[in-house]
């Protein structure tokens, strides 16, 4: 039991020591992370003394853009399933391996999606208010004590899931499959349920009529299946590079049949729900109309929404095209599709649900700085988190750091990846 | 499936689309300068099939360790172990004071609360000892602050009532002298002012509120062509907010009055957003009330001083209808427009109007099922 306790004890200290170790590109990428999540931190510390008043939000618009990265992560973090159903129902072996790298991105979403609810909290002091059994929980009431237990099930899903398969690869031995198998699958229906319950968390509100629409949960599915897998193909782009994992390109151009299939469905939706506001024409429409093309000579969305819109029918057309078949032009409409379903499913969801307000006044809501340093630290920390667990990871999943070397002592173990490239040749 | 369960498996075996020459050898860099001992040459095989590319070399170690410690490394090996301890220690040094720097805003806090109130438990289940010793701690609390001791009651809801609240559009003139008197006796905030109460101009011959005006202000009232429509919190039977709080903090009590625990309540506004009336209030900062200007008579789960971060709204004056007064906003209304009173009495005033008047309900497709009715005289 001691000896069992000693080998997890130097599991993690090898693998937290890992982190610590790389050539000055590691050091200079994590060190600027580092620092925005200082500039972040200070940030938020004001908001903590001064209270929201440091945002733009207000009593009309009361939710903003930390809602919106909320939910656009919780896309993310769903998407990672993505990886896996390929895997384990279709028994894709293009992508075996990789579907570590996106449970680690879905982790690393999760953590930045709680840190996003956190800073929105008016008394973060009194978070455990909301911990089943210490405090008073409003189940099975409240969406949003659903979206805490699902958030933090997927959370420890993954964490249990890619840990565990960490571990084994570590110790060289193979895993038992009922000891993670039924996992994976419940984690299948998990990740749908994370982004549907986050849907209903708007969908059920009967006083915002933007938002009391049945078709923004298959909404938010096929975008985060969209914006998700978009991610993990730049994510492994990187990985493939700075590392010498070996990622196939054929593992890539399967996610961007994914990516393709969902970004058509997702404009689908869009144009039915385009088309249901704006033929009827009923009073329902003046959110949809303020998104679209401004109300009473209120045009502050018009920025963000034509731009997502203009980003996510370029990344549409680039994505049907054979063209995205060659990396450059997949990697360019990933990025457009990233940046488009980003506004569209932040600033242009959650800001039009409050405008007007339930009382028709128009109050425009456009983020502060205080409120986007907050929100950079956050993303930068999220980033923070996914570049340390795939420094842990990869050298696992290639055998540099097992159980076998261990004597050797991690600092004198040559095999570490991540310094100065050297060309091939010669 | 693939039993050897495949994400954990090695990625070696497998080959690239594209074809590269067969096998080459790179010759890699020896770890000389810290391992001498271990001074052999690495050769790296390129997998047939793998694509010409950067290959990553192997790092030269720059920590130090003792483990694989040999005579060569002498004096030499000590001087680099005291430059990387020295830059090490420069690095933790420079990294705490980086992040003492970015939390130096955190000492401005001064309104921190106490253990007490951190710990304190949700308003159901304190026990008559621990209301009693919160209803203390608020008093000498107000005391400090205001310099003036306040008369705070828990007072619970009387039995028999249920409070039901009657507008008259007909009389209303939009002087808003609800909204200040209510300012007044819930002590709420003077800046930023709070108000609970809001009063829309609206042209004669629609209900449609984007045409209303929120902000009128003219000489006098009222205006010809117009008339004026209060929206305060309208105390629902089947309150969205209610639903929606992941923590209980807000609730409805026997009389129908929606009550929130500001002790309890974590400040995530999705209250705010489910209201249908606009009727909730959020502290964005640490509310401020001039000392002379503060009501003494106080409820606990009425018009008790608030913190920053927590939801307020309009709870037809707990602090007087509980005690068989009526709310600030009804006594100092000039018109007459509003009436107040328990609906389970048949002989009371809001019974008489559901009966015999043109009641109107707003927004009633929500299903809400308000307490606070609209109603005309013609």
Not at chain 1, 245 to 261: C, E, G, N, P, S
């Amino acid at each position: 039991m001691n000896q069992a306790v000693k080998n997890d004890l130097v599991f993690i200290y090898r693998c937290g020591r890992i982190a610590f170790e790389g050539d000055w590109r590691y050091y200079l990428w994590m060190g600027s992370l580092t620092a925005i999540c200082l500039l972040g931190l200070n940030a938020y510390a004001k908001q903590l003394v001064h209270g929201l008043i440091v945002t733009d939000m207000s009593d009309q618009v009361s939710w903003g853009v930390y809602i919106a990265n909320f939910t656009f992560l919780v896309g993310v973090a769903a998407a990672a399933v993505m990886l896996v159903i390929p895997v384990y129902i279709y028994k894709n072996e293009e992508l075996h391996d990789l579907v570590i790298f996106g449970e680690l991105l879905a982790v690393a979403a999760i953590v930045m999606c709680l840190g996003f609810v956190t800073v929105d909290l008016g008394r973060p002091d009194r978070f455990w208010h909301l911990i089943p059994g210490i405090g008073k929980f409003n189940f099975p009431s409240s969406m949003l004590s659903w979206d805490v237990i699902v958030l933090n099930g997927y959370l420890l899903l993954n964490l249990h899931i890619c840990g565990y398969l960490i571990y084994c690869r570590y110790r060289d031995k193979k895993p038992a499959r009922w000891f993670y198998i039924p996992f994976v699958f419940i984690a299948i229906l998990w990740a749908i349920s994370i982004h549907t319950v986050t849907a209903f968390l708007y969908v059920g509100l009967g006083g915002r009529p933007f938002w009391n629409s049945a078709i923004v949960g298959p909404r938010f599915i096929a975008s985060a299946f969209t914006a998700g897998p978009a991610l993990i193909i730049l994510a492994l782009q990187i990985i493939r590079r700075v590392t010498d994992y070996r990622i196939t390109d054929r593992a890539l151009l399967t996610l961007r049949a994914i990516v393709q299939v969902s970004m058509l469905i997702n404009v689908f939706l869009l144009l039915n729900e385009l088309f249901k506001e704006f033929y009827t024409g009923n009073l329902h429409v003046a959110a949809a109309k303020y998104l679209y093309l401004g109300l009473h000579g209120h045009y502050a969305l018009l920025p963000w929404i034509w731009t997502a819109i203009a980003l996510n029918l370029t990344a549409t057309v680039l994505l049907v095209l054979p063209a995205s078949r060659s990396l450059r032009w997949l990697n360019l409409a990933c990025a457009l599709a990233i940046v488009g379903i980003w506004i569209e499913k932040g600033m242009g969801l959650v800001v039009p649900g409050f405008v007007p307000s339930p009382l028709g006044e128009i109050v425009e809501y456009s983020p502060t700085l205080n409120e986007t340093l907050i929100c950079l630290g956050i993303w930068a920390f999220g980033l923070l988190c996914y570049t340390i667990f795939l420094r842990m990871a990869v050298p696992v999943l290639q055998g540099k750091l097992s159980k076998a070397n261990e004597s050797e002592s991690s600092c004198a173990n040559p095999a570490v990846p991540l310094p100065a490239p050297v060309e091939a040749q010669s | 499936m693939d039993a050897q369960a495949g994400i954990g498996t090695s990625n070696e075996a497998r080959g690239r689309d594209r074809i590269a020459p067969p096998a080459m050898i790179r010759m890699g860099q020896h770890s000389r300068r810290l391992n001498p001992d271990r001074g052999r040459t690495r050769f790296t095989l390129i997998q047939p099939g793998q694509k010409r590319k950067k290959v990553f070399n192997m790092p030269e170690h720059t920590c130090q360790c003792g483990a694989n410690g040999s005579q060569n490394r002498g004096q030499n090996a000590r001087q680099l172990d005291r430059r990387s301890f020295l830059r090490k220690s420069a690095v933790l040094a420079s990294g705490i004071a980086a992040l003492a720097a970015s939390l130096a805003p955190l000492r401005e806090l001064t309104d921190f609360g106490s253990v007490d109130e951190f710990l304190k438990k949700h308003y159901k289940e304190l026990t008559r000892e621990q209301m009693e010793k919160a209803l203390e701690r608020i008093r000498s609390e107000v005391e400090r602050q205001y310099g003036i001791r306040p008369h705070l009651r828990d007072l619970k809801p009387m039995d028999g009532v249920e409070f039901v609240y009657c507008l008259n559009l007909t009389r209303c003139v939009g002087c808003r002298k609800c909204v200040h008197a209510c300012v007044a006796e819930n002590n709420q905030s003077r800046s930023p002012e709070i108000q609970y109460i809001r009063v829309l101009k609206m042209p004669n011959g629609t209900f449609d509120m984007e045409k209303g005006d929120h902000n009128y202000a003219p000489e006098s009232v009222p205006e010809k062509g117009f008339f004026y429509m209060p929206v305060q919190c309208h105390q629902c039977k089947n309150p969205p907010c209610v639903k929606v709080c992941p923590v209980d903090a807000t609730w409805q009590e026997a009389d129908g009055i929606t009550v929130i625990d500001y002790d309890w309540c974590i400040g995530c506004r999705y209250c705010e957003a489910a209201c249908p009336y606009w009727a909730r209030r959020f502290n964005f900062t640490q509310p401020s009330i001039p000392k002379d200007k503060l009501n003494p008579e106080m409820a606990y789960l009425g018009n008790r001083p608030r913190h920053k971060g927590v939801m307020e709204k309009c709870h037809f004056c707990i602090q007087r209808t509980r005690v068989g007064r009526y709310p600030a906003c009804l006594e100092v209304c000039p018109t007459g427009a509003r009436k107040f009173g328990n609906i389970l009495d048949p002989n009371s005033e809001v019974s008489y109007i559901l009966k015999n008047k043109r009641v109107f309900v707003l927004k009633e497709e929500v299903g809400t099922l308000p307490r606070f009715l609209y109603y005309s005289d013609v």
